[in-house]
């Protein structure tokens, strides 16, 4: 048995010409990673981000109750059957995003808390999700995943550089974390050694390797490789083929084949694939262990995204964001399918005695609380519970509390993620209710 440790311990990726996959977590293969081994067992906690701009329908964003019985507004409709392990955290803001304008003031410091540059310089501040990545992203083959399904506006708005509003990720001060809006080059990044088109599948790259390991494990944990690999392969499949229909180059095209080159400010043909695709690929990152930390843009603040897939195509989503139509609550409810998505693919996958989200903290919030850019309460839900270090089910209400920045609650989740700090941009006392 120790043998076997030893050589599983230098196996948690398969590998193959040009291609790096690491093994989803299996119970008769006690790492996670190469420096892991002797040290626990248990899954990471991983961190995942989600963002849509211009908030949500005034009337319809509420929770009350706890456990079984919580109630959820229309807009959270969607997150009902994850409602016990969901936290419902009112009151929360940045008292940054209150200065300047609104829109790009509102999102640029929204995972820091940091002021912001004005006059079209860019700065703003390091955002916990790269703080994480930089810290302990060094035990994954990838530090963090930052996705998105808008492409970043570069232009100024009332003074302030509009890619406050197109970016939620900051490597640094004055570095925007560049987004990946193809999901056929996240994909690419997750398993190939470099990002690059290549016409191989992934699996067909590590096939041998994958039935080498599969004989030295349990027969639980065959069935569970067995279930990812063709979960990876339903991902090939689906990313090809919305590949030739033309849905995944980010514009949408006049002619069958374009007689012109491609214009550079266009739309995803069909937002609701590109939005399933990214949410899968998070998925994946997450199950396979190649990151911890993932953020995914689902649309810029000021948002321009159009929605035909849901017959609303009369009208940009910032548009739309000030008057509470009931096609406004088709679009909310539409971006929370996604959250609800995701919750349902990670807590399908166990790990160990818990699921994979419940080794997870997925983050879902918006710049403001409502398309009348009230910043000063703003809309947050967590699910997961954070590798068993959060109780789920309840209604945080924080509006009078003295400590309700957004940086507490991000002090909370670093600190559940195994990174302690005295001080995260405007906060030194961690959310005690997380």
């Not at 540059?117 to 700065?123: E, M, Q, T, V, Y």
């Not at 989740?413 to 005690?432: C, N, Q, V």
Request: aromatic share 6%.
């Amino acid at each position: 048995m120790d043998t076997k440790a030893h050589q599983f311990s230098r196996r948690t990726f398969l590998r193959g010409a040009g291609v790096t996959m690491a093994l989803p977590w299996l119970e008769s293969v006690k790492v996670w990673s190469d420096e892991a081994r002797g040290a626990s067992s248990e899954a990471p906690v991983r961190l995942a981000v989600l963002f849509s701009g211009n908030g949500f329908h005034s009337r319809e964003w509420w929770a009350k109750g706890s456990g079984r019985e919580m109630e959820l507004g229309k807009v959270l409709a969607p997150l009902h059957p994850h409602r016990e392990k969901l936290l419902f955290i009112q009151g929360l803001f940045n008292a940054e995003a209150l200065k300047g304008n609104i829109h790009s003031s509102q999102t640029g410091n929204l995972l820091s808390g940091a002021p912001l540059a004005s006059g079209g310089d860019i700065r703003s501040g390091t955002s916990i999700d790269q703080l994480l990545a930089q810290t302990h992203g060094r035990s994954t083959k990838v530090p963090s995943l930052v996705l998105g399904c808008e492409k970043s506006n570069p232009s100024v708005h009332k003074n302030y550089s509009m890619l406050y509003s197109s970016h939620i990720s900051w490597s640094s001060p004055t570095t925007p974390t560049p987004l990946e809006l193809y999901p056929g080059l996240a994909f690419d990044r997750l398993f190939k050694d470099e990002t690059r088109k290549g016409d191989e599948s992934v699996l067909d790259a590590v096939l041998a390797e994958a039935k080498d390991v599969r004989r030295g494990i349990s027969l639980s944990d065959q069935r569970k490789l067995d279930e990812y690999l063709d979960s990876v392969r339903e991902v090939e499949q689906r990313i090809e083929g919305a590949g030739k229909r033309g849905e995944l180059q980010g514009w949408r095209p006049t002619l069958e084949k374009p007689n012109v080159p491609r214009p550079p400010d266009g739309l995803p043909q069909d937002i609701g694939e590109h939005m399933r695709l990214m949410c899968d690929i998070l998925v994946l990152a997450f199950q396979t262990d190649t990151t911890r930390v993932c953020t995914l843009k689902l649309n810029n603040d000021h948002s321009s995204l159009r929605f035909p897939n849901l017959g609303v195509d009369y009208m940009i989503h910032h548009l739309l964001s000030h008057s509470d139509t009931d096609d406004w609550l088709k679009v909310n409810q539409f971006f929370l399918q996604q959250v609800a998505y995701i919750a349902a693919r990670l807590d399908a996958i166990q790990e160990g005695e818990r699921t994979a989200l419940d080794n997870a903290m997925v983050l879902f919030c918006s710049s403001m609380l409502t398309g009348g850019h009230d910043a000063t309460k703003l809309p947050v839900v967590l699910l997961g519970g954070g590798g068993g270090k959060i109780q789920g089910g309840r209604v945080l209400n924080h509006l009078q509390d003295p400590n309700r920045k957004m940086c507490s609650l991000f002090l909370s989740l670093l600190d559940k993620a195994g990174m302690r700090l005295d001080k995260f941009g405007d906060s030194t006392e961690p959310l005690s209710s997380v």
